[in-house]
């Protein structure tokens, strides 16, 4: 994890512990339970996905694991591919990194304290504006490259913590993810037909994290949190036709007289955001 990506998550805590009240020399024990309601606000990356590849099926039987080849039989996307956008047919022109971007979530969720420790659960949903490509290239020379976005996203999440007289809490928190991925293509390819299948789907998964969360006043708290979260992906396609390409194109000369493409079927993305809560 770069340094501006925690930077937020450090400046966030060093606020929270500054604001630590006195709520708890005016009136005792502080009391997390009850509903709340509030936003996040924070910065969304991937981890480097630069093993990644397009993957193939040549024998119409619904696994991706075929190589595409020439008439000759070799390897027909054998000059490799990139973790990002082409900026042109050949590796050599390079290609855009993936983009990470910032994110915002509303939230509402319900604690409950025993002595020390609190017990919660939070749901949330928003937007992370994050592309995740990745480019295979052919030896005609072309490019083809499959792009998902996230149009919004949620988790429902189970907390757990531990506060303190002063109300500072920390806490670790896990459970269900989902995402509505949108899926695009591109390719330098003028000759065949590319049909995608299923552009839009929808993504379950998981997510863990932990925050720090403190009591400014009686009804409302500020804190940070960190959150990994693996969307499972895998239904978007793209079915490759003839178009006006030879009968010895490498898409066509297959068991099946056709090809499909995909990629990995996992999308991992993480988050730091500062969040704020009213308390009922």
């Given at each position: 994890?770069?340094?501006n990506r925690i930077a937020p998550l450090g400046a966030t805590l060093a606020l929270v512990?500054?604001?630590?009240p006195a709520l708890a020399q005016d009136s005792g024990?502080?009391?997390w339970t009850g509903p709340y309601v509030g936003g996040s606000f924070g910065y969304n990356w991937q981890k480097s996905d630069q093993g990644e590849h397009l993957r193939f099926?040549?024998?119409?039987d619904g696994d991706y694991d075929d190589v595409v080849t020439t008439t000759t039989g070799a390897n027909a996307f054998s000059p490799g591919t990139c973790g990002g956008a082409a900026r042109g047919a050949t590796p050599v022109q390079g290609c855009d990194d993936d983009k990470d971007a910032i994110?915002?979530?509303g939230h509402v969720g319900y604690d409950m304290q025993f002595g020390g420790i609190v017990a919660g659960v939070v749901a949330e949903a928003g937007k992370a504006y994050i592309s995740d490509s990745v480019t295979e290239y052919s030896t005609t020379p072309a490019f083809y490259t499959m792009t998902r976005r996230i149009d919004w996203n949620g988790n429902l999440r189970a907390r757990l913590g531990y506060t303190t007289p002063s109300g500072i809490m920390p806490y670790i928190t896990g459970g269900l993810a989902y995402a509505k991925v949108k899926n695009s293509f591109g390719t330098s390819n003028g000759a065949n037909s590319f049909t995608q299948v299923d552009a839009k789907e929808d993504a379950w998964g998981w997510t863990a994290g932990g925050g720090?969360?403190?009591k400014v006043s009686d009804n409302f708290s500020i804190?940070?949190?960190?959150?990994?979260?693996?969307?499972n992906v895998g239904d978007y396609r793209v079915d490759v036709g003839a178009g006006s390409a030879p009968a010895t194109n490498p898409f066509l000369i297959t068991p099946s007289g056709g090809t499909s493409m995909n990629r990995g079927d996992k999308f991992d993305t993480q988050s730091v955001m500062v969040t704020t809560s009213f308390r009922f």
């Amino acid at each position: 994890m770069h340094f501006n990506r925690i930077a937020p998550l450090g400046a966030t805590l060093a606020l929270v512990l500054a604001a630590t009240p006195a709520l708890a020399q005016d009136s005792g024990t502080v009391d997390w339970t009850g509903p709340y309601v509030g936003g996040s606000f924070g910065y969304n990356w991937q981890k480097s996905d630069q093993g990644e590849h397009l993957r193939f099926d040549t024998d119409a039987d619904g696994d991706y694991d075929d190589v595409v080849t020439t008439t000759t039989g070799a390897n027909a996307f054998s000059p490799g591919t990139c973790g990002g956008a082409a900026r042109g047919a050949t590796p050599v022109q390079g290609c855009d990194d993936d983009k990470d971007a910032i994110g915002w979530m509303g939230h509402v969720g319900y604690d409950m304290q025993f002595g020390g420790i609190v017990a919660g659960v939070v749901a949330e949903a928003g937007k992370a504006y994050i592309s995740d490509s990745v480019t295979e290239y052919s030896t005609t020379p072309a490019f083809y490259t499959m792009t998902r976005r996230i149009d919004w996203n949620g988790n429902l999440r189970a907390r757990l913590g531990y506060t303190t007289p002063s109300g500072i809490m920390p806490y670790i928190t896990g459970g269900l993810a989902y995402a509505k991925v949108k899926n695009s293509f591109g390719t330098s390819n003028g000759a065949n037909s590319f049909t995608q299948v299923d552009a839009k789907e929808d993504a379950w998964g998981w997510t863990a994290g932990g925050g720090i969360e403190a009591k400014v006043s009686d009804n409302f708290s500020i804190g940070a949190r960190y959150l990994w979260t693996r969307y499972n992906v895998g239904d978007y396609r793209v079915d490759v036709g003839a178009g006006s390409a030879p009968a010895t194109n490498p898409f066509l000369i297959t068991p099946s007289g056709g090809t499909s493409m995909n990629r990995g079927d996992k999308f991992d993305t993480q988050s730091v955001m500062v969040t704020t809560s009213f308390r009922f």
